[in-house]
């Protein structure tokens, strides 16, 4: 459900997103629609798949990442550690192949290429990240370091 409609198009829109991909193209409908910024006309129509949702949560011990993959095997999909403490999740869903004598009614499903990329804290362990995929879901676990807790001394007083 969006929380603000978009009065320019009939698409959502997600306003706490602000690497959201879901573009408005003052132009669309026109002779001049076909990009906005940069996008060609079939990068949007897999906004759905660039716009993988992820959730990231922070817990004493780690930082985990959960996206929902469904339908995509774990060799479709790209974890990768960058420099500079950011973690990259990409993979690519690819398009269902047409039969010529199939009769399509609808498509909603998207294909393409997704990208999502996150900079991590200075705390992060990014030698020890792991990952599994199990029903469509991918897990990303990035442990913390251990936060030292300053060594205190007790003074005796005298007097």
């Excluded at 469904?70 to 500079?84: A, I, N, R």
Aim: aromatic residues 8%; charged residues 35%; without cysteine.
């Amino acid at each position: 459900m969006a929380l603000i409609p978009s009065f320019f198009t009939g698409r959502r829109s997600n306003v706490f997103d602000p690497f959201s991909l879901d573009l408005w193209d003052p132009f669309e409908g026109s002779p001049f629609s076909g990009t906005v910024a940069g996008q060609s006309a079939s990068a949007r129509e897999t906004s759905a798949v660039a716009n993988t949702r992820i959730d990231w949560r922070e817990t004493p011990e780690a930082h985990v990442f959960k996206a929902d993959l469904p339908g995509l095997k774990k060799e479709e999909v790209k974890v990768e550690v960058e420099e500079g403490r950011v973690l990259q999740i990409s993979g690519e869903r690819s398009r269902e192949n047409e039969e010529k004598t199939d009769t399509w009614h609808r498509v909603e499903r998207s294909s393409g290429k997704f990208l999502r990329r996150f900079r991590l804290p200075e705390n992060a362990k990014m030698e020890q990240v792991k990952a599994a995929m199990e029903n469509g879901v991918l897990t990303v676990v990035v442990p913390k370091e251990e936060v030292k807790k300053p060594e205190v001394k007790s003074i005796d007083i005298s007097g």
